[in-house]
């Protein structure tokens, strides 16, 4: 289970609630099982994001030798025609993130459910070789 998430606010939404108690059961501290669960449960999806809303998102960068988050957590500042410029909360810095390198869809967090969300270790740091 992820470390302190036991000891989440009981004002969670429903879907962080879920979440919760799926994490409780899952027996891992695996952040690829975690982004599955959360992909599960936050079924809400958008292609495109909105500035200054919440979103998480497989990214699978092209660019070689760069450290990257594949299980980003980001609030959008800005579209671009190439793609668009987010706060990553796992990085704590802005990022940027190109159309062709997010292979599916955002799945849209609400801003009421990002404390619950930093308490599980899902981001997956690697470096694209």
Same mark, same amino acid.
């Given at each position: $289970? @992820?470390? *302190?998430? *036991? /000891?989440?606010?009981?004002?969670?939404? @429903?879907?962080?609630?879920?979440?919760?108690?799926?994490? /409780?059961? +899952? *027996?891992?501290?695996?952040?690829? &099982?975690? $982004? +599955?669960?959360? $992909?599960?449960?936050?079924?809400? %999806?958008?292609?495109?994001?909105?500035?200054?809303?919440?979103?998480?998102?497989?990214? =699978?960068?092209?660019?070689? &030798?760069?450290?990257? &988050? /594949?299980?980003?957590?980001?609030?959008?500042?800005?579209?671009?025609?190439?793609?668009?410029? @987010?706060? =990553?909360?796992?990085?704590? $810095?802005?990022?940027?993130?190109?159309? !062709? !390198?997010?292979?599916?869809? +955002?799945?849209?967090? &609400?801003?009421? %459910?990002?404390?619950?969300?930093?308490?599980?270790?899902? @981001?997956?740091?690697?470096? =694209?070789?």
């Amino acid at each position: $289970m @992820a470390e *302190g998430f *036991g /000891q989440y606010s009981k004002t969670g939404t @429903a879907r962080t609630k879920e979440l919760k108690k799926r994490v /409780q059961t +899952l *027996g891992t501290n695996d952040p690829e &099982d975690f $982004m +599955l669960l959360i $992909m599960d449960i936050f079924k809400k %999806e958008v292609l495109y994001p909105e500035p200054g809303k919440f979103y998480t998102f497989v990214y =699978n960068p092209k660019t070689p &030798d760069i450290e990257y &988050d /594949q299980h980003p957590l980001i609030e959008c500042i800005s579209l671009e025609r190439w793609g668009f410029k @987010a706060f =990553n909360f796992h990085w704590r $810095m802005p990022r940027q993130y190109t159309w !062709e !390198e997010i292979p599916g869809k +955002l799945h849209v967090i &609400d801003y009421t %459910e990002l404390d619950e969300l930093l308490e599980i270790p899902f @981001a997956k740091f690697r470096l =694209n070789k």
